[in-house]
């Protein structure tokens, strides 16, 4: 079966996301499992392109992880908008709740989507809120930490 390359990435997105993966050759397998027609040599491309390295992971093994590439997508500009309105986080499960100045959240909202980041299933954004939905709990948190980091909004509270 013929899949898109990007659908192909989003999945091996996901894949290195949700399971300790170790080697090409085991990714490769899951990715043809899934039904995509894929080569070590085209997993290798795609490792690289989306910035997958294989690093220590917690539990000692070695494994395949997200790198924070995606940070460094966003416009500068953008970051700016976001690190500028921001005055609050909290995660309520899966859901960022993101507090910003007021008439701010869209500017923000859309910083945020300029990330890429492959949690992020949506956003949804009002006059002073963003609702970002993620994949998962863990996956919230996570960026929650990240967007803290990038904005410096931890140094700030």
């Known amino acids: 079966m013929n899949k898109s390359k990007s659908a192909r990435k989003d999945l091996i997105t996901e894949l290195i996301m949700t399971r300790?993966?170790?080697t090409q050759e085991e990714l490769t397998r899951l990715v043809r499992e899934a039904?995509?027609?894929?080569?070590?040599?085209?997993?290798?491309?795609?490792?690289?392109?989306?910035?997958i390295v294989k690093q220590?992971?917690?539990?000692?093994?070695?494994g395949?992880?997200?790198?924070?590439?995606?940070?460094t997508t966003a416009p500068d500009r953008l970051l700016s908008v976001l690190s500028n309105?921001?005055?609050g986080i909290s995660v309520a499960m899966n859901i960022l709740v993101i507090k910003t100045?007021?008439?701010?959240?869209?500017?923000?909202?859309?910083?945020?989507?300029?990330?890429?980041h492959?949690?992020?299933v949506g956003t949804i954004a009002?006059?002073?809120t963003i609702f970002a939905a993620t994949r998962s709990e863990a996956a919230a948190t996570d960026l929650s930490k990240k967007i803290k980091e990038i904005t410096g909004f931890a140094d700030k509270t």
């Open 20 to 22: 300790k993966i170790a």
């Open 35 to 51: 039904g995509f027609d894929a080569t070590q040599a085209t997993i290798s491309r795609d490792i690289k392109e989306l910035g």
């Open 56 to 62: 220590t992971l917690q539990d000692g093994s070695t």
């Open 64 to 71: 395949y992880a997200i790198t924070d590439k995606f940070i």
């Open 85 to 87: 309105s921001l005055t």
């Open 101 to 116: 100045l007021p008439g701010m959240a869209q500017a923000a909202a859309s910083a945020l989507d300029s990330l890429n």
């Open 118 to 120: 492959p949690e992020i």
């Open 126 to 128: 009002g006059d002073d």
